[in-house]
T-cell receptor
Framework: GAGVSQSPRYKVAKRGQDVALRCDPISGHVSLFWYQQALGQGPEFLTYFQNEAQLDKSGLPSDRFFAERPEGSVSTLKIQRTQQEDSAVYLC???????????FGPGTRLTVL | GDSVTQMEGPVTLSEEAFLTINCTYTATGYPSLFWYVQYPGEGLQLLLKATKADDKGSNKGFEATYRKETTSFHLEKGSVQVSDSAVYFCALSGYSSASKIIFGSGTRLSIRP
């Protein structure tokens, strides 16, 4: 079956613009995670959903970052008034309840000019 | 809080050489331990995992043993190939599918023919 997909794969934004990044998890996966990976670093946790409920948003770096998963499937990560420090690869991962393993999407590379 | 420390790269080896990438962790409780790999131009993939002390994870000739007494999970391979060139991430998470993953900073491995 299809893996986790993300779109767009690349996004260039001018400083101050709003962006929206989409994640399509593996069908039937209850858990969905967002991570931020800065250049040359490991991914860092941003937020976690179980179905449509956002149970952990402790990793969101500021109130400019907002995530939603209204129907418990597709998720959107929105960044308002983007700043240069937001430039990174944003990774989405999903997992089922049966196995403690997260499957990662290819990521969206965001560049803020 | 929980953290992962891994050997800094880059690491350059000749084909058929023995590989070790060191990884140590700090965690409360009994985390699951992982090695993820990111090949050039590809997404993050799970390479191997171990869920309890003394477990050995293995895949594609790579091995790592969960050592609770030394809080380590070193990655080894007896004979590396050019195709093993990638970035390797050591990581940990809690026992449930709802647990976020904490990653190390990554080790870039390059194999010379």
């Amino acid at each position: 079956g299809a893996g986790v997909s993300q779109s767009p794969r690349y996004k260039v934004a001018k400083r101050g613009q709003d962006v929206a990044l989409r994640c399509d998890p593996i069908s039937g996966h209850v858990s969905l995670f967002w991570y931020q990976q800065a250049l040359g670093q490991g991914p860092e946790f941003l937020t976690y959903f179980q179905n449509e409920a956002q149970l952990d948003k402790s990793g969101l770096p500021s109130d400019r970052f907002f995530a939603e998963r209204p129907e418990g499937s597709v998720s959107t990560l929105k960044i308002q008034r983007t700043q240069q420090e937001d430039s990174a690869v944003y990774l989405c991962a999903s997992s089922s309840t049966r196995v403690n393993e997260q499957f990662f999407g290819p990521g969206t590379r965001l560049t803020v000019l | 809080g929980d953290s992962v420390t891994q050997m800094e790269g880059p690491v350059t080896l000749s084909e058929e050489a023995f590989l070790t990438i060191n990884c140590t962790y700090t965690a409360t409780g009994y985390p699951s331990l992982f090695w993820y790999v990111q090949y050039p131009g590809e997404g993050l993939q799970l390479l191997l995992k171990a869920t309890k002390a003394d477990d050995k994870g293995s895949n594609k000739g790579f091995e790592a043993t969960y050592r609770k007494e030394t809080t380590s999970f070193h990655l080894e391979k007896g004979s590396v190939q050019v195709s093993d060139s990638a970035v390797y991430f050591c990581a940990l998470s809690g026992y449930s599918s709802a647990s976020k993953i904490i990653f190390g900073s990554g080790t870039r491995l390059s194999i010379r023919p």
